[in-house]
């Protein structure tokens, strides 16, 4: 049996990796770090978190994210499985503690038989007759590869920039002003209530935030970057403030659901913390990713109440992400229509967040596990998160206008012609319905695998 290639080792990469080892094949995971480091990762282990270390709602009933994340766990997913060893307390989100997260896929897949870690750049794409390859080298694809890429596509590749938040030492927190509580004190995973430091501003305080932002010195672009659009979802904070001065009301520093215990007052604006490791030394400034200039940044969230002395373990930055026009390029079994022993997994593909990358990566080694067997497993019903994300990007979506995406219930088909169902009911239904679709095509999934 030759050996199954995926180049790459993020969350993507590694979880395909596992599914396809633990499937039976035999799989050599490529990972350029640390011969060749990015200006995004610190370290060199597997699935590394760069940008934030929440995998979003963990809520299965009423919420799309949620809903994959149990997708991905009946599913035996490595990523899932670290995560919910690792996690923090982050009110209804499940946010993980990424150093040791990193670890425990590095050590997994390390100790797994069928997986070999080779730690060398990989410049080309592996020919065909080398056997299968899925590319999963993310959105800091280093730009030998990504012009190999480009080249079997046969057309450019789209961009977008995304940004990274601070992170503040617990320490140096002023807790005279800062307080403890989740909004609406919504219980998260761990049954806490109060698992976010909030930072009050009031009316005058905001305003000169906003103002020191909009005047803050910026990250230069290079000339080649200038037209490259931002992805809507991980906005910078500067770039927000841009589009109106109450727009930070109403996005990161909404005040609603919240309260100074102490007072009773309501702040006008507020600037939430949430725990980044498992000591809670850490809390990452929720929604402040940002391209302002390290000094800058420093003072100008010093300005913030309560961070007046505040010390930063890491300020924020700005990265280009690349991704494929996946719509036009990739078919249902996310194979490269020009070249189909080729596959891609993760943002590369155009879907945006941790866990949606994660899932491309274990439907990706599964579907490759599969034709090794000579078997080809079908996609997952468009009913289950897995089957409407990849339906969304594998013909779903508009080539035309192609953007990254998350998870959505949007993107899943409406329920039965007679069902008028509305708000939480209807996602409830419709996750009720995606679960019960899943099991099916799991059980078929094994029956496939039994073969190998």
Partial sequence: MKILHIIGGGLAGSEAAWQAAEAGLDVTLHEMRPIRGTFAHQGDGLAELVCSNSFRSDDAVNN????????????????????DRHKLPAGGALAVDREPFSQSVTAALEAHPRVTIGRAEVTSLPPADGGQVIVATGPLTSESLSTAIAKAAGQDHLAF????????????????????????????????????????????????????????????????????PYFEACLPIEVMAERGEETLRFGPMKPVGLQDPRSAMRPYAVVQLRQDNALGTLWNMVGFQTKLKHGEQARIFRTIP???KAEFARLGGLHRNTFINSPRLLDAQLRLKSHPHLRFAGQIT????????????????????????????????????????????????????FQPMNVNFGLFPPLAPGKKIKGKDRKQAMSERALENLSGWLEKRELAENRI
């Avoid at 809903?67 to 997913?77: N, T, V, Y």
């Avoid at 579907?367 to 997952?380: I, M, R, V, W």
Wanted: aromatic fraction near 10%.
């Fill in 161 to 228: 920039f995304d940004a990274i938040a601070p992170i503040v030492h617990r320490e140096s927190i002023d807790f005279e002003i800062a307080w403890f509580q989740s909004r609406y004190d919504k219980k998260g995973p761990g049954g806490g209530d109060a698992d976010y430091i909030n930072l009050p501003l009031n009316e005058e305080q905001y305003r000169g935030f906003v103002a020191a932002l909009l005047a803050g010195e910026k990250t230069d672009f290079k000339e080649w970057e200038k037209s490259t």
């Fill in 64 to 83: 799309a994210v949620g809903l994959l994340h149990e997708e991905m766990r009946r599913a035996g997913s490595l990523i899932m499985r670290m995560a």
């Fill in 350 to 401: 155009g879907v945006e967040g941790y866990v949606e990358s994660a899932a491309i990566g274990l439907l990706a080694g599964r579907f490759a596990a599969a034709e090794a067997n000579g078997a080809p497993l079908s996609p997952p019903p468009a009913t289950t998160a897995f089957g409407a994300l990849l339906a969304h990007i594998t013909g779903g979506a508009d080539a035309k206008t």
């Fill in 306 to 308: 309560g961070l007046e």
